[in-house]
């Protein structure tokens, strides 16, 4: 029996297979899974902002140079006699050479970092694309399976209402040939809803404008076993990009301690010195001078600094254990499908041998012997779910093998 949260999840698929066949049916297009890869790695909006954050860390490596404010005074005063004078200073502070290396050493592995993101997303979008169109086969392989019983029913129904005309059979076969019937087109209007959301999906994911069918002409071919070594592992992008972390982490320690190096400043200092000067000379306003300046700028309390340079420490080592954990992590699950690759293909070849013409030896058999009266309608039913049960867990092994594949293409 189903609940009521059931009829609402239901409800709303209905309601949304509703507004999408509202959908300009020129404009959906068929398209192959190259095809929509393509389109996503130009149009995907979570691409696109990925390749914004790539630029936008390439942007910052040009503030590598960035330096202090330079420091402009003026001073309008009694500060050399009973005079007023003027002077006029600007000052300038500059970092040690290392500040700026670590300082772009830092910024290039942001730029790493950024650009292992876009690969990994363009890969995280290949496999939602794949996942899309591996249940996009399956849905229409479920359909064309109720379809065919849904034919073979509908003859048997039709036989079944002239022998009740004829008086050989009673309402109880009529009644049960219409449930069968109705729960069979029932299961075929779900996938077709299903398979209007996969093309919503589909669409939503290539975000170019346009509506597309997936073709999925090769969904249920044979998954060839994958080998994977660990060089090929190692250059994955999300193990990529950890490891670019881990890197920023440690440049950015590095560039924390250089903050324990001092700084220099200079300056240039021009004013006037009115009255008598040392060397018994009387000045006036019109008259200036000119000095020069050079100082260093040592940190002596350094808590804060300090503090800061263990805190980065310990956010490294974070990095680093994240990268180990995602190897590692990584390894593991390509061992389990490895495991579970090789259970489905032996289970997938045992049902091409054995189960799958078995179930059509027990549609054929058991609709030949309906015709001829050697069963009554209830038998026919019986067999008829029992071979429909077969192939349904036929294609379902067959889009679990396919997923199983596009888990380890994702590794490769």
Not at 393 to 398: A, D, Q, V, W
Request: glycine fraction near 4%; charged fraction near 20%; proline fraction near 2%.
């Amino acid at each position: 029996m189903r609940t009521i949260h059931d009829w609402m999840i239901m409800g709303m698929r209905i309601m949304l297979f509703c507004l999408a066949c509202h959908l300009p049916l020129a404009a959906q297009m068929t398209i192959s899974l190259d095809e929509a890869i393509l389109v996503a790695n130009q149009h995907n909006r979570q691409i696109r902002s990925a390749w914004l954050g790539k630029e936008y860390a390439q942007l910052l490596t040009k503030t590598v140079t960035d330096l202090p404010a330079t420091t402009i005074g003026a001073e309008n005063g009694q500060f050399n006699s009973a005079y007023f004078d003027t002077k006029f200073s600007i000052a300038q502070s500059f970092q040690m050479p290392a500040v700026f290396k670590r300082k772009k050493r830092w910024l290039e592995t942001s730029v790493q970092t950024a650009g292992a993101g876009v690969t990994l997303m363009e890969k995280e979008i290949r496999q939602q694309l794949e996942d899309v169109f591996n249940e996009y086969g399956y849905a229409l392989a479920q359909e064309k399976i109720g379809q065919s019983y849904l034919v073979l029913v509908d003859q048997m129904a039709q036989k079944a209402d002239q022998r009740v005309m004829e008086g050989e059979a009673d309402v109880i076969e009529k009644t049960m040939a219409i449930q069968l019937q109705a729960q069979l087109q029932w299961q075929i209007d779900q996938v077709q809803i299903t398979l209007q959301l996969l093309r919503i999906e589909l669409s939503w994911l290539l975000n170019d404008g346009n509506s597309y069918s997936p073709a999925v002409g090769s969904w249920d071919k044979q998954m060839n076993p994958a080998v994977l070594d660990s060089s090929r592992m190692a250059g994955h992008p999300q193990l990529q990009m950890a490891y670019h972390q881990w890197q920023q982490a440690v440049s950015f320690t590095a560039l924390q301690r250089s903050m324990l190096l001092p700084s220099f400043t200079v300056g240039f200092n021009n004013a006037s010195i009115r009255g008598t000067g040392a060397d018994n000379i009387v000045y006036n306003a019109s008259k200036r001078f000119s000095s020069f300046q050079i100082g260093i700028e040592i940190p002596l309390f350094r808590k804060a600094m300090k503090a800061e340079i263990d805190a980065a420490r310990t956010d490294e080592a974070i990095r680093q254990l994240n990268w180990e954990a995602q190897t590692a992590g990584l390894w593991k699950h390509w061992l389990t499908l490895s495991e579970k690759q090789q259970l489905m293909a032996t289970r997938i070849r045992h049902m091409d041998n054995f189960s799958m013409p078995n179930a059509a030896r027990i549609k054929e058999t058991a609709a030949r012997q309906l015709s001829a009266g050697a069963i009554n309608y209830l038998e026919f039913v019986t067999l008829m779910n029992h071979a429909m049960a077969i192939e349904q867990e036929y294609i379902s092994l067959r889009k679990e093998a396919n997923t199983i594949r596009i888990a380890i293409h994702y590794l490769l």
